[in-house]
């Protein structure tokens, strides 16, 4: 990034928007760095801890613009807790993901001074099928509590497990993991209905069965699909489970009403074998 950072605007004592010498715009935390500053002068670079370059100017003048509205220690509190789940989580995050949960965070933590909260309606998927980011968000809660004396409800740690989910995503947008979330769901009620039985989600059949709808979800959504090759293990699969062909084609039906989403005969493969194996009381 060369020697020289100058600053261009200063957002407290500990943030500040700096220019590289390609007149690349970073922004920059650390504490006490633009301490004494003004606009035009060099940062010093021994005080920078956390440098933010994002993908695109776009964003890093959204950020900018952000910053602008909200107190900036909302966005050192926001590197805190992704800091904290990138180790707890043992993944790394988009840079988008400091955008888009810093104007959460921060957005809520204004509600809660308010008496406002919002209610998740996918709290409990989220705690279903997301139970590690969750758990992180639980954690993420502390951490605001701790840093502002505010005690957000756990709504809240749906919604930041949300962001978690969606930041290891290369930048998929929300409405995608929340859509993924809802078709997701809506599957294992058909499944539930059809059998009339509660599916038992502590067992390893219940997680493969989650996750392999997770992935065909998004496969579909990017419009990847398996092709059709086997005509012949389909056919002995259908005959061979009839109960779990019946219910498989109701999901058939239900993501060609509800989502436009053609379903080819391999993934009816899966749907049947995995439906079969989640419902086997054995």
Not at 187 to 195: K, S, W
Not at 197 to 220: C, G, K, P, Q
């Amino acid at each position: 990034m060369g020697e020289i950072l100058r600053i261009k605007k200063i957002f407290n004592n500990n943030v500040a928007l700096v220019e590289g010498p390609n007149r690349s715009e970073v922004i920059v935390i650390g504490k006490g760095l633009a301490y004494h500053k003004n606009p035009g002068e060099d940062i010093d670079l021994a005080r920078i801890e956390k440098t933010f370059v994002m993908e695109t100017k776009e964003l890093s003048e959204r950020l900018s613009t952000l910053l602008s509205e909200i107190p900036p220690e909302h966005l050192e509190l926001t590197d805190q807790i992704i800091r904290y789940a990138a180790s707890d989580l043992q993944t790394s995050f988009s840079n988008n993901i400091y955008l888009a949960l810093t104007d959460h965070i921060s957005y809520a933590i204004t509600r809660s001074a308010q008496g406002m909260s919002l209610k998740n309606a996918l709290l409990w998927e989220i705690q279903k099928f997301y139970p590690k980011e969750y758990q992180t968000a639980l954690h993420a809660l502390q951490i605001i509590e701790n840093k502002t004396g505010f005690t957000l409800p756990i709504d809240e740690a749906g919604f930041i497990a949300m962001h978690f989910v969606n930041g290891q995503q290369d930048g998929q947008e929300m409405e995608q993991t929340v859509l993924v979330t809802q078709m997701v769901q809506g599957i294992l009620n058909i499944v539930t209905l059809h059998y009339g039985i509660e599916l038992d989600e502590n067992s390893l059949n219940y997680s493969r069965f989650v996750t392999h709808l997770r992935y065909f979800s998004y496969r579909t959504m990017r419009n990847e699909t398996i092709p059709s090759e086997d005509d012949e293990l389909y056919k002995q699969v259908v005959s061979k489970y009839p109960e779990a062909f019946d219910c498989s084609e109701k999901v058939r039906t239900y993501l060609q009403e509800e989502y436009k989403i053609e379903t080819t005969e391999a993934e009816m493969v899966y749907f049947m074998l995995h439906i079969r194996r989640v419902t086997s009381r054995n």
